[in-house]
């Protein structure tokens, strides 16, 4: 008996022993859950509330309904424009025109003129190259020319702009293979280049020489067409020194002296030998190519308007450069053979 009242009250102690760190052990838990529970709860009113907002500002509900922030942001825009336009030396005379300090113009020559020589594949930095040579004095002395005559001065008067809708490429594609519009045609065809593709001038101050210039860009590929000469390097340096001598295009002048530095020795040789002279030799004699109003000739026969602007095309550069490679081919082939004996 007294052996059973012993257990009892042996199993009633360890069990207020074991109490506590029981009843600790639930309150940790109970406090982990609340903390949890909490997180959860301030989470989603978090992410809530800004998905709410996210759908707020996309239905537009969030914006001060008094405020017009269109108005606002044209200002803002209008002010900064502003404060730009206070650093130009002049305000834009044309679409497109942005007005250059002369330090500018010639950091434009610098850098433009580097980049040239090193990447002439972009076209980006021959055409800004061309700007920052166009010295107001040639474009003026070009002007004169055009007034000089009675096609120059209708083409000043009526600025015409040379695009695939204005020379109605699918006309062009139809016409007799005699016409210079044909020839031009398959040569863009043959080429892979569009007349859209000329940049816009923006460099240039005076709205006269800004059109001229462009006019001169724009025509670039007439006198490719004209000549059949391709736009490969060697082609592009003709077409440029046929223009130098013809229009006195100071970055023209350039390209024709020192593009000729990178080629291979057979590319320079035949510049030298052949396109080169035929090059200054035509642009000093032809008509002024700036005076030639070349849309309204594209119905004409090509061999005639050639005789008429004083041009005979040099021999066919892509000719030349495959005959030269067929003769390359076979060399090879035969010093190959020597080998194998």
């Known amino acids: 008996m ?8 042996i199993g009633t102690q360890v069990r207020q022993l074991a109490n506590p760190v029981v009843n600790q052990s639930s309150q940790v838990l109970q406090t982990r859950q609340f903390y949890v529970a909490a997180a959860l709860t301030v989470g989603s009113m978090i992410f809530g509330k800004q998905n709410k907002l996210a759908d707020s500002i996309a239905n537009g509900e969030v914006h001060d309904k008094t405020v017009d922030y269109e108005a606002r942001h044209q200002e803002a825009l209008e002010k900064r424009l502003k404060t730009l336009t206070d650093t130009r030396p002049m305000k834009p005379r044309y679409e497109g025109h942005i007005p250059l300090n002369l330090h500018e113009k010639l950091l434009l020559f610098v850098i433009s003129g580097i980049r040239s020589y090193y990447h002439p594949e972009n076209g980006v930095n021959i055409v800004q190259l061309g700007e920052a040579t166009a010295l107001p004095f040639i474009l003026e002395d070009l002007k004169k020319t055009m007034l000089s005559d009675e096609t120059g001065r209708r083409i000043l008067r009526e600025k015409p702009n040379v695009r695939t809708e204005t020379l109605d490429m699918d006309k062009l594609s139809k016409m007799p ?38 006019r001169y860009r724009q025509c670039h590929d ?93 021999p066919d550069l892509r000719k030349i450069r495959k005959e030269r490679a067929a003769l390359r081919k076979k060399f090879k082939m035969k010093y190959e053979s020597y080998e194998k004996q």
């Open 177 to 214: 293979k005699n016409t210079f519009g044909y020839t031009f045609y398959s040569w863009l065809k043959k080429e892979g280049v569009s007349p859209d593709t000329r940049a816009p001038v923006k460099y240039i101050d005076d709205p006269d020489h800004a059109f001229i210039f462009k």
């Open 222 to 314: 007439f006198y490719h067409s004209l000549n059949d000469l391709p736009i490969i390097i060697e082609g592009e340096i003709a077409v440029k020194a046929l223009e130098a001598a013809n229009m006195g295009i100071p970055m023209a002048a350039l390209g024709t002296l020192l593009a000729p530095l990178r080629l291979k020795s057979a590319q320079r040789q035949r510049l030298y030998e052949i396109y080169l002279p035929w090059a200054i030799r035509t642009g000093l004699s032809c008509k002024p190519l700036i005076n030639v109003y070349w849309e309204e000739l594209l119905d004409k026969d090509v061999n005639e308007l050639r005789k008429e602007l004083g041009i005979t095309p040099p």
């Open 2 to 9: 007294l052996s059973r009242i012993s257990s009892v009250r």
